[in-house]
């Protein structure tokens, strides 16, 4: 027999005023199994609060029953004030009667006749309800950062500031992302990689952080605070060890390879460094291009290499390392314009380039030392269009997003360009001028008096005549069909996920959108935080945005993993699934059901029928487990149950509605 | 629909907007055609160009469009546009700017306009001040609008409101000078405009 106790409240007149209280605590003594029920004005008071722990005391009270307001606004009070008791904090049901009951209704016979049977419901749960114990789960003060953009390099360095052990998986051979392709930044033309590369270096030499470049993320396992993560370092065919980065070896190799870096617009030798300040500033050889790895003949650059560094027996290495946390911060791609574009050209006009090309093409370090000259005949173009969401707003060819970064990009293009071609005519063709940020929509205006002429509307087709790229489009303003003669056309492509982030999130079980951008836990109030715990989130894997903006959320990513590492250890939710594995059929369905991939089907042994059988049953984790109970409701067999809301328990509730 | 190749605009196209922009003390740049000042126009159903379109017309470089536009004739010149312009931009003494350099261009987009601002200007120099009957007389004449104002005189006259008497200023010699060196000062600045750009080409 268990001894329930019953505690309504009157919350001043928000209970009060609509259901009679009193004769709620009337019904309530007569129900079985409770010994004791009180009412008070405001039970969440102080004195409110010592007059329910005393009475639980006093009446030797095992189970309890609030009578009060959403357990969303309390629950967590009564539970901490019940810790304090012999009670365990988990014998306890609150019974919604303010927001559920007094506040939507207005008839007091009715509102009073709920309120009996919301507190006769959850008499009759809290009767059959067990103990419940949280468990510790313990930390691994490391983090893992996936991805070494601009995102990824502030997270590392706010988490290793604060003390922490980083490591860094770069799938490129360097760190820098996107960032460092830039030429410059809006709003204030900042040299892109002046900001960048110190960042760069500093990650590469701080004490806390490891840099994993050309690594990538094999495996994963494990939960928050134990996150077991293998990570696979390709073959470089280089002794970092004995490298010094003379560049000995790029000089003399006799590969050609096109250039990815510099956007396809010039050629790198098949052992590389991707850019002169690259970090770690030291070559990988591409074996897919190497003449050596490749045909057995050449070997120039261990002839050359003064250190011995060079070996071309090198292979893929596997290290498996736990992590407390995980933040991703794989960033994005442009869209592939070709072959959705064949009106503009789809990539059979060279003179028609992504923005990133003209990025490297005004950039003193790229193709073309900084002159602003077209691939096709490498003269300069003196009348340049530039066009905008390209892939972006364009549901039908590419997507239905807008980039975000691209109105300011296209104008810091037309800036650029105008800058080093005075003589040259630019016109933007636009749908919308998006510039909500700090300075740029003063940085918009001032490309407008540099003399860059916007048109707003789409271009429908660009085709050739003799050298010149012809634009035909609309200016809308007018009501006009235009057309433009151009030397050069840049688009302003479409921003989209990096490529294989379907594949790593999978592994991480963190769930993507449509488009596949990594989506947050809340996307207004749980921005960094993926519903995967301990899996956070930085820079334009989330969606895409401009630095400033990635930056920011870096740094809220980082603080989250602070406050996470500075943990010893985690309390875990007790209200968790567990199996019961005699009715479990192992047929997974709760497998494929649960958001958090808690669930896994493992062999286990059983004795049945006074024989050893080994038959597949289903075993939650208790860490990823969040208690949401999808799986008790998918399972067809009724294995799965959610403690402290068991299937038994919720149909006692029913009943107790039922009995008239 | 209008065709327009925006490559073919000439540089005297562009420059020629560009001084209608300086006369009226406006930087085309300014505008982005958030149609403010269409929105408060009270002649706008009448025009052929909304006001923000003779703007980016502007713009554009497209003088000619502008120049045989009716609407800088229709203008009313009541400076709603540019007293509730965000930019700044002075649309109104576009407006005017526009209606000058189309007539010194010889273009008439709405004659009636033109004939009565030369008799206005006739009146005024003559008299010193407007006499508006027989300003109005003149002008529909002129125009061939001869009884438009018929059923009006009469009553008009009738209570007292126009009369057959002129007025004239005392010093209207002085305002006749003041009329005649504007005028001059206009023709004089044209023409010197016309020649540097004949000395470019």
Wanted: net charge neutral.
């Amino acid at each position: 027999m268990s001894r329930i106790g019953v505690f309504l409240c009157y919350c001043g007149s928000n209970i009060a005023g609509t259901v009679d209280v009193e004769a709620v605590a009337e019904m309530a003594r007569s129900l079985p199994e409770v010994v004791y029920v009180e009412t008070n004005k405001y039970t969440c008071s102080d004195p409110g609060q010592e007059g329910v722990k005393n009475a639980i005391i006093e009446k030797g009270i095992d189970r309890v029953v609030v009578g009060a307001c959403s357990p969303r606004m309390h629950e967590p009070t009564w539970r901490k004030l019940l810790a304090d008791t012999p009670v365990n904090p988990y014998m306890l049901e609150v019974a919604n009667l303010r927001e559920q009951c007094s506040w939507v209704h207005k008839d007091r016979e009715v509102a009073t006749a709920k309120a009996i049977d919301l507190v006769k419901m959850a008499v009759a749960k809290v009767a059959r309800l067990q103990p419940l114990h949280s468990i510790e789960i313990p930390v691994h003060k490391k983090a893992l950062v996936i991805g070494g953009g601009i995102a990824g390099m502030q997270t590392a360095l706010d988490i290793a500031d604060a003390g922490f052990q980083v490591t860094i998986v770069e799938r490129e051979t360097s760190l820098g992302g996107k960032m460092v392709m830039l030429d410059k930044t809006f709003p204030t033309m900042d040299c892109s990689a002046c900001i960048c590369t110190p960042k760069m270096s500093e990650v590469g030499n701080h004490p806390n952080i490891t840099v994993k470049s050309y690594s990538e993320v094999e495996n994963v396992s494990g939960y928050i605070g134990n996150f077991e993560v293998t990570i696979r370092e390709k073959a470089k065919f280089i002794d970092y060890n004995l490298c010094t980065g003379c560049g000995a070896c790029e000089t003399k190799c006799p590969a050609k390879v096109t250039n990815a870096f510099e956007q396809g617009m010039s050629q790198r030798t098949a052992i590389y460094k991707m850019f002169p300040q690259a970090v770690p500033a030291k070559p990988v050889i591409d074996a897919e291009h190497c003449l050596k790895l490749t045909t057995g003949k050449c070997g120039v650059c261990s002839k050359v290499c003064p250190t011995g560094a060079i070996n071309y027996e090198d292979e893929d290495k596997l290290t498996t390392e736990t992590y407390g946390a995980v933040v991703f911060a794989t960033g994005y791609k442009l869209i592939d314009w070709k072959p959705l574009y064949p009106e503009y050209g789809g990539g059979k006009y060279e003179d028609v380039i992504t923005g990133l090309q003209f990025e490297r093409l005004v950039n003193a370090s790229g193709p073309t030392e900084g002159h602003v000259l077209r691939p096709s005949d490498r003269t300069e173009p003196k009348s340049v269009v530039i066009i905008k969401c390209v892939g972006s707003r364009d549901p039908n060819k590419g997507k239905a997003y807008c980039s975000r970064a691209c109105c300011m990009y296209s104008a810091k293009h037309a800036h650029q360009y105008l800058d080093k071609v005075p003589d040259g005519k630019c016109y933007v063709f636009y749908m919308d001028v998006r510039t909500p940020g700090k300075g740029y929509d003063e940085f918009y205006m001032n490309t407008l008096h540099d003399g860059a002429q916007y048109i707003r509307g789409r271009v429908s087709k660009i085709y050739k005549e003799g050298d010149k790229l012809i634009c035909k489009g609309e200016d809308t303003l007018t009501s006009s069909q235009v057309t433009v003669s151009a030397d050069m056309v840049v688009l302003e492509t479409a921003m989209v996920p990096a490529d294989g982030i379907d594949e790593l999130a999978a592994k991480f079980t963190v769930g993507r959108d449509a488009d596949s951008w990594l989506v947050e836990a809340h996307a207004k109030l749980r921005p960094v935080e993926t519903n995967t715990a301990g899996i956070y989130l930085a820079g334009t894997c989330q969606g895409p945005k401009d630095i400033p903006d990635s930056v920011c959320q870096a740094g809220a990513a980082a603080s989250k993993v602070i406050g996470l590492l500075n943990k010893d250890a985690l309390q875990s939710n007790p209200q968790i699934s567990r199996v019961n594995e005699t009715l479990c059929q192992g047929d997974g369905a709760c497998v494929n059901i649960c958001p958090y991939g808690a669930i896994s089907i493992v062999e286990k042994q059983f004795r049945e029928n006074s024989r050893k059988v080994v038959r597949p049953v289903a075993q939650v984790n208790p860490g990823l487990c969040q208690g949401c109970g999808a799986c008790t409701v998918t399972c067809r067999a009724g294995a799965m149950d959610l403690l402290g809301y068991t299937n038994e328990s919720i149909m006692r509730e029913v009943d107790a509605l039922c009995q008239w | 629909m209008r065709f327009l190749d925006l490559s073919a605009i000439s540089d005297a196209d562009k420059q020629a907007c560009e001084a209608i922009a300086r006369d009226a003390g406006v930087n085309l740049k300014d505008c982005y055609q958030c149609g403010k000042c269409t929105a408060g126009c009270p002649l706008a159903e009448s025009m052929d160009l909304v006001p923000r379109e003779v703007i980016r017309y502007l713009q554009l470089g497209a003088v000619d469009v502008v120049l045989e536009a009716k609407t800088p004739w229709i203008c009313a010149q009541c400076v709603v546009c540019s007293s509730r312009c965000p930019q700044n931009v002075d649309i109104c003494s576009v407006m005017r700017a526009v209606r000058l350099a189309s007539k010194h261009a010889g273009k008439r987009p709405v004659p009636e306009a033109d004939i009565f601002d030369d008799e206005f200007i006739a009146n005024v120099r003559a008299h010193g001040v407007s006499n508006e009957q027989y300003l109005a007389a003149a002008y529909n004449v002129k125009s061939g609008h001869f009884v438009q104002d018929m059923g009006n005189a009469t009553r008009m006259l009738k209570r007292g409101m126009v009369g057959v008497a002129m007025h004239n200023t005392k010093g209207r010699a002085n305002v006749a000078a003041l009329v005649d060196r504007a005028l001059a000062a206009d023709s004089t600045r044209r023409a010197q405009a016309d020649e540097g750009k004949g000395g470019e080409a």
